[in-house]
C-alpha cells in the first residue's frame, strides 16, 4: 500500500450510469492517496480526460455507448502507456476475465458487484505499478 510520503494516484473513472459514477467518486474521495481527477459517462470522453489529467489508473466500464470500454482502452494505452486500466463490470463472467486481460489494453479486473475495498485495494495495487513504471 501507498505510504503517506508518495503522491497521491491520479485516478479518473468511466461508467455510463450515472449513479455507478457518482458512488464512485464519493467512495474514492474517502480514500487517502487517491485523487479523483475525472468522472466520464463514455469512451470518448474518458480519452479526453486522459489526455488532459495523465490518471495513474483509469477505472473502465466495458458496455458504454459512444465508444465501449474495450475500444477506448487500447486508444488510451497509446496515449498514455503507463496509465493502468481497470475494467469494472458486471457483464464479464469469472471465467471470461482471464481472456479478457490478455487480448486487450486492460490491466485488472474487478466485477462491480466486488466490495468497495477490493476496488481500493485493486486501484492502489495498479496505481503503484503505474508509479513505478511497471506494466
Given at each position: 500500500?501507498?505510504?503517506?510520503?508518495?503522491?497521491?494516484?491520479?485516478?479518473l473513472v468511466a461508467d455510463d450510469h450515472e449513479l455507478t459514477r457518482l458512488s464512485l467518486k464519493f467512495s474514492l474521495s474517502k480514500q487517502r492517496n487517491i485523487a479523483l481527477v475525472g468522472l466520464a459517462s463514455n469512451g470518448r470522453e474518458a480519452i479526453d480526460l486522459v489526455e488532459r489529467h495523465h490518471p495513474e489508473?483509469?477505472?473502465?466500464?466495458?458496455?458504454?455507448?459512444?465508444?465501449?470500454?474495450?475500444?477506448a482502452s487500447t486508444l488510451v494505452k497509446k496515449i498514455e502507456p503507463d496509465t493502468q486500466i481497470l475494467a469494472y463490470s458486471s457483464a464479464v463472467e469469472d471465467s471470461q476475465t482471464m481472456?479478457?486481460?490478455?487480448?486487450v489494453s486492460i490491466d485488472g479486473f474487478c466485477h462491480k458487484d466486488a466490495?468497495?475495498?477490493?476496488?481500493?485495494?485493486?486501484?492502489?495495487?495498479l496505481g503503484e505499478r503505474s508509479l513505478n513504471g511497471t506494466t
Open positions: 500500500m501507498l505510504s503517506n510520503q508518495q503522491a497521491e494516484l491520479k485516478v489508473v483509469l477505472i473502465l466500464d466495458l458496455q458504454m455507448p459512444v465508444m465501449d470500454g474495450l475500444s481472456p479478457i486481460t490478455e487480448t466490495p468497495t475495498e477490493e476496488l481500493v485495494e485493486l486501484v492502489h495495487q
